[in-house]
Structures are given as C-alpha cells and as structure tokens.
C-alpha cells in the first residue's frame, strides 16, 4: 500500500477502509521499530537506552529483539 491509498483509506468514511489503513500503520511502524532498534545495537547502545527511548523496559525490548 503506497502513502497516497494509506491516505485515502485513512480519510475514508468507511470503517473497514480505515482499520486497514491502521493495520498497515502498525506494521510499518513495527518495521521502523526493528530497525532503529537494530542501528541503535549496532551504535552500541544499551537494551536500557533503547527501552528508555521507546517507553518500554529494557527486559521487554531484549525479549522482543535480543535474538
């Protein structure tokens, strides 16, 4: 889905158009998540930085993307 479809379905009346155009924002977000998260490591942060950065614990973004 282009940004202009993301767009439109987002300003759509129609429930079902809009809670698509949610779903593909949360995976894109999740997909820019992965990988600042991954530049960050690679940067030499800490799991606490990057939790602190996020909002999440740091035992909670190790679980996530400590593989």
């Known amino acids: 889905m282009d940004v202009t479809e993301l767009s439109e379905r987002i300003r759509?009346?129609?429930?079902?158009?809009g809670l698509r155009a949610v779903g593909a924002l949360h995976r894109?977000?999740?997909?820019?998540?992965?990988?600042?998260?991954?530049q960050a490591r690679e940067q030499g942060w800490t799991w606490e930085q990057i939790g602190d950065a996020l909002g999440m614990s740091r035992q909670s973004v190790h679980a996530k993307y400590g593989k």
């Open 28 to 38: 894109l977000a999740e997909q820019v998540e992965a990988m600042s998260v991954a």
């Open 12 to 17: 759509s009346s129609d429930p079902a158009m």
